[in-house]
């Protein structure tokens, strides 16, 4: 089982990869959901970095507000909030099919529907609606 | 080869069971509580989107809204290491690196959740 003992490597016939198929909107979640999740995960730095700014005091919050509220700030949080959505709402489909419901095929384009197009409404309102806290309106 | 297992275990004749599904259990554990908690915090967000210091620290130290953060940083930091887990098993297949990777993990994950609820403390008790 050591190295010198491996037999010849010969090209053998692969089963087809993701490039192969048609792009189908369930695919395209699952891709979407592993990704969120990631984005999620490096952007609690910012969460850390909002509270611990708070704790410190006024002059290390006005840098945070500072950023925040430059358009890049709002762009990335922007983003955050609908990479929030999409993986809460990828969740939750997840959660459906943990109790062994929703596969059959009409179920899951259904469930896949509310997943990809719940979110980026429910972005939008939250911004509107930050925007009027913030006097916007 | 001898085994390893211990007299009681063997008793019970469970074999490995009831440890095995706790990935998968506190994935979905985190994942349900997550999704309120997180609610709380893009609400909280939304109100306070033109607070300036005072307002927002005074509302961060409210013992209430520090219960609820200290929860949502546990869960969530609790669900990112284990799905991140997941994806490092997935895609990094040298020995050494996956295990410096999953390393990482445990250790950024731990420093997000240490991090903010040292914040959060010195927020509510001051």
Redesign the interface.
């Known amino acids: 089982m050591s190295e010198h003992s491996k037999p010849e490597l010969k090209a053998r016939p692969l089963s087809p990869h993701i490039q192969i198929y048609r792009w189908t909107l369930t695919m395209m979640l699952s891709i979407l959901h ?1 990704a969120t ?2 984005a ?2 490096a952007g ?2 910012l ?2 970095w909002w ?2 700014a ?2 410190s005091g ?1 002059d290390a ?2 840098t945070v ?1 500072a950023v925040s509220s430059a358009w890049y700030g709002r762009l990335v949080l922007f983003g955050y ?1 609908w990479a ?1 959505f999409h993986h ?1 709402f990828g ?2 489909r ?2 459906i099919w ?1 109790t062994g419901r929703g596969f059959d095929l009409k179920h899951v384009e259904i469930l896949a529907r509310i997943t990809a197009f719940t979110p980026p409404v429910l972005t939008l309102g ?1 911004w509107f ?3 009027l ?3 916007a309106f | 080869m001898a085994d390893m297992r211990t007299p009681l275990s063997r008793a019970r004749g469970l074999g490995s069971a009831k440890k095995g599904t706790e990935h998968f259990w506190m994935q979905r554990v985190t994942a349900l509580a997550n999704i309120p908690l997180m609610m709380f915090l893009v609400g909280a967000l939304v109100v306070h989107a033109g607070s300036d210091y005072t307002t927002m620290t005074g509302f961060l130290g409210n013992p209430f809204v520090g219960v609820l953060m200290l929860l949502l940083i546990f869960s969530a930091c609790y669900h990112m290491r284990l799905g991140l887990q997941v994806v490092i098993e997935d895609y990094i297949h040298g020995e050494a690196t996956k295990l410096l990777a999953l390393i990482a993990n445990q250790f950024f994950t731990l420093t997000i959740a240490v991090a903010c609820a040292l914040a959060v403390a010195k927020l509510v008790i001051g």
């Open positions: 592993r999740g990631v999620l995960y609690t730095a969460l850390a509270l611990l708070a704790a006024p919050y006005a507000q909030t929030l809460m969740g939750i997840h959660l943990d939250v609606a930050a925007y806290y913030l006097g």
